[in-house]
């Protein structure tokens, strides 16, 4: 019989920033106990709930061709359903735009378990409709609220299908540092205003001229610049340029500045302005389904921001000129302060414990069943029809014809838990580890396992890893940088429990 707090497995998709695990983190912290959560993401920036002493397990995305992008949701469900039956999890949570087919086939074979997804709403006019299809097979869908949303025109505001709470937000969830302590610890000038530069990573030349004139014209004014990360990929800041920072999380740090100019996006807006952090918001038209246009010119219109479109260069220099003004970030700090407590992620967290608590309605059940077996005829016309008509359908065809499940090249695994470090492995080796150390998952193929995990969950992942990998001969000996970095954290010998090795 299960005591103490329900176990809650809380996904994450891999995005292009920390949003989704931001939130999932929020809620977690927002439930103070009410349950033992387990963070499972996509994302290679799991390793910052280290620092909260969470349980997490990362597992490789798609676009990784770790795993060959036609068996990969296969795989996606089966790491899924054993880490819930690993864990004793009463409820999943998948806080992503679109729920992947892995975590639909998961949701089928666990009927018991309440899948729920948490679905942020703000979409761009006439996207999405393929992923809205399925969220009825979902025990509950919860979005979070948003400061824009009277400007919603997506999808989603249409639907009567979502639990909605307020804004879900690390704020109030993190303690903040104070001004000084924060300066200190990102050891800024604090005798000079500081501003906070965060627009995100895209190719765009019309944010990378943005970044430069704000860059620019905050420096001619005495200000220090600090940014989060180069707008622009491949392209580094200079020694003499603006002074880059990298913390998690970045709410906790918001006392430091004096003024922003930021993204739009859903995690920075709510970050900022709950913070009080008088802010020029930029939409990235890069988003694919965030509509970052329309919640820049609410919440500018609304007078808790300035917003300015980067592709309006004498527009973007005049409102940077506003922020400027002392005057101008006074009004929008006291606007954002008359703000209520964001509240979202408190909510979230209760309707988490209580669908727990409660179970899947039989009710709920069948409707599953009901779209699953829709869902199924679609996928199956779509492999006998031509592509011009399955893809009118919303179903390309599947070209894959069943049979091996494993990839085309060989990996050697070398198990090594317990590391305390990134080692250095070759492409056709397959680190098996329980490690969470930041940079691990960057460049290599890694097979990660929960921390602590039980021998039977050990073979289950070792039997798994055998059907989507070609598991070649280990290697003879390993590697001289894992084995300096293996502590004995865990002396149990994995290659006894079904993991092959030398």
């Not at 209760?350 to 829709?374: W, Y």
């Amino acid at each position: 019989m299960r005591t103490g707090p329900p176990t809650v497995v809380l996904a994450t998709t891999n995005g292009k920033g920390m949003g989704h695990l931001s939130r999932q983190l929020a809620l977690a912290l927002a439930s103070l106990g009410g349950m033992d959560p387990v963070i499972f993401s996509l994302s290679s920036a799991v390793t910052v709930v280290n620092q909260y002493g969470m349980r997490a397990e990362w597992a490789p995305g798609s676009q990784r061709k770790q795993v060959p992008r036609r068996h990969w949701d296969a795989y996606l469900a089966e790491r899924i359903t054993t880490l819930i039956t690993e864990t004793n999890a009463s409820a999943f949570v998948f806080d992503g735009v679109y729920p992947y087919d892995g975590v639909l086939r998961a949701l089928r074979r666990m009927p018991d378990v309440p899948f729920i997804w948490s679905r942020r709403a703000m979409w761009q006019k006439g996207v999405g409709a393929r992923a809205l299809r399925y969220r009825r097979l979902f025990a509950a869908v919860l979005e979070p609220g948003d400061l824009a949303s009277a400007g919603d025109v997506g999808r989603t505001v249409y639907l009567q299908d979502a639990r909605r709470v307020g804004p879900i937000t690390l704020v109030g969830q993190v303690p903040q540092l104070s001004r000084e302590q924060a300066i200190e610890q990102l050891e800024l000038d604090p005798d000079r205003p500081r501003l906070l530069l965060t627009l995100g990573s895209s190719k765009r030349s019309d944010l990378y001229s943005a970044y430069q004139r704000t860059v620019e014209q905050f420096t001619a004014a005495g200000w220090q610049v600090v940014v989060t990360s180069s707008p622009l990929r491949g392209r580094a800041a200079s020694a003499a340029g603006p002074k880059q920072i990298s913390v998690f999380p970045l709410v906790r740090y918001l006392k430091a500045f004096d003024a922003a100019v930021s993204a739009s996006g859903y995690n920075a807006v709510h970050e900022l302005l709950y913070s009080a952090v008088p802010t020029l918001l930029v939409p990235n038209a890069d988003a694919v389904t965030d509509d970052q246009r329309t919640r820049a010119r609410i919440v500018g219109n609304s007078g808790l921001a300035l917003a300015a479109d980067p592709d309006r260069p004498r527009e973007f220099d005049a409102v940077l000129a506003r922020l400027l003004d002392a005057r101008v970030r006074d009004r929008l700090s006291a606007s954002c302060r008359d703000l209520d407590p964001p509240t979202g992620a408190t909510e979230a967290a209760r309707t988490v414990i209580g669908l727990a608590a409660v179970g899947v309605p039989s009710g709920e059940r069948m409707e599953a069943a009901s779209l699953h077996a829709q869902r199924f005829a679609r996928r199956t016309i779509g492999r006998v029809l031509p592509p011009a008509i399955a893809n009118q359908l919303g179903r390309p065809p599947r070209l894959a014809r069943p049979g091996d499940l494993r990839g085309p090249l060989p990996v050697s695994p070398v198990l090594a838990p317990g590391l305390q470090g990134v080692p250095h492995i070759t492409r056709d080796q397959l680190l098996v580890t329980d490690a969470l150390t930041p940079g691990l998952f960057d460049g290599r193929f890694v097979e990660h396992l929960l921390p602590g995990a039980s021998d039977d969950y050990v073979r289950a992942r070792a039997e798994i890893a055998g059907r989507y990998y070609r598991l070649g001969a280990p290697s003879s000996v390993e590697t001289e940088s894992v084995e300096a970095i293996r502590t004995k954290s865990d002396e149990r010998d994995w290659s006894t429990l079904g993991w092959p090795a030398g």
